[in-house]
């Protein structure tokens, strides 16, 4: 089964903003390579100039004043700019197959309110994430797995 993204909705020279949510695990030098490989690969598929935040970044800079957890996914994936009035983040990019509770709770709520999200996987084409598969939710470093669907190239 293929599918398409919304990706292309944004205005043609606003760049795509897009959240990679990147667990805790990975290091500096992996965070960057991995930024830089998710706007590479999705300037190359919108035709996009792409600005990737890293969830590790974003989560320490922007944490403590949400009041807490389930604040802070609210906000990550529902919060507008105060200049624009859009949403923060155009799309968010998993990076790994199985993802953490926080991690899990933005992608659960992006797919609730419609928003785009996809997985990368190095090497493979982006593919859309369908939903998300509650395996263990005592495990709250991987108790969620993402189900895909490539993306129609």
């Keep these: ?6 990706l292309q909705e944004t205005a043609p020279q606003a760049p795509l903003k897009v ?6 695990s ?6 960057a390579e991995l930024k830089a490989q998710v706007e590479s690969r999705l300037g190359t598929m919108t035709g996009k100039r792409v600005e990737v935040t890293d969830s590790i ?17 609210w ?3 529902s919060a507008v700019d105060y200049t624009t009035r859009k949403t923060k ?17 933005i992608v659960k709520l992006a ?6 999200v996809l997985h990368w996987k190095d090497q493979e084409p982006l593919a859309v994430v369908q939903k998300l598969d509650e395996r263990d ?4 470093v991987g108790g969620w797995r993402v189900c895909t669907t490539q993306i129609q190239g």
Excluded: Y
Aim: contains cysteine; negative net charge.
């Design 1 to 6: 089964m293929t599918s398409s993204t919304p």
């Design 19 to 24: 959240l990679a949510l990147i667990p805790k």
């Design 26 to 31: 990975f290091g500096s030098p992996a965070r």
């Design 57 to 73: 970044d974003w989560h320490r800079g922007t944490f403590g004043s949400s009041g807490g957890w389930d604040d802070w996914i």
């Design 75 to 77: 906000n990550t994936v």
């Design 89 to 105: 983040f155009d799309a968010f990019v998993t990076c790994v197959q199985d993802l953490g509770r926080a991690n899990a709770g």
């Design 111 to 116: 797919l609730r309110n419609g928003r785009a």
């Design 137 to 140: 939710s005592d495990d709250w």
